[in-house]
């Protein structure tokens, strides 16, 4: 028998299993935010020594390595490559322009819980 969605949005393990699942989330927004901030030092830093901000080489050797990463963890290796060509990308775009920082701070981020 199939449930509605009335149904599902009061079904309590659905809703833990969501939450579990909106925690995760924000853990990678936050943890996108620290490599841009990572890149904009690694970005002043060779500004700083005159080395070129841009390593082609080093990029494509993150992809291959990004790639089989994401596969031992049962990931397509398609979506391992967009994702990461975007991350890349992005990061290139922030480093690039001013910071903009939170008016607010949000709230620390606990581990999502380890089931049995």
Do not use: C, N, Y
Not at 32 to 55: S, Y
Not at 84 to 110: Q, W
Request: avoid cysteine; proline fraction near 9%.
């Amino acid at each position: 028998m199939a449930l509605d969605r009335t149904t599902a949005a009061r079904d309590e393990v659905v809703w833990a299993i969501r939450e579990q699942i909106g925690l995760v989330d924000r853990q990678i927004l936050e943890l996108v935010a620290v490599r841009f901030e990572r890149v904009r030092e690694l970005w002043r830093h060779k500004a700083e020594v005159g080395l070129p901000l841009v390593d082609p080489e080093r990029e494509a050797f993150l992809r291959r390595r990004r790639s089989m990463e994401g596969i031992d963890r049962g990931l397509d290796p398609a979506f391992v490559a967009r994702w990461f060509e975007d991350l890349v990308a992005e990061g290139k775009r922030a480093a690039a322009r001013p910071v903009v920082r939170p008016r607010a701070a949000a709230p620390p981020l606990a581990p999502p819980p380890v089931g049995p």
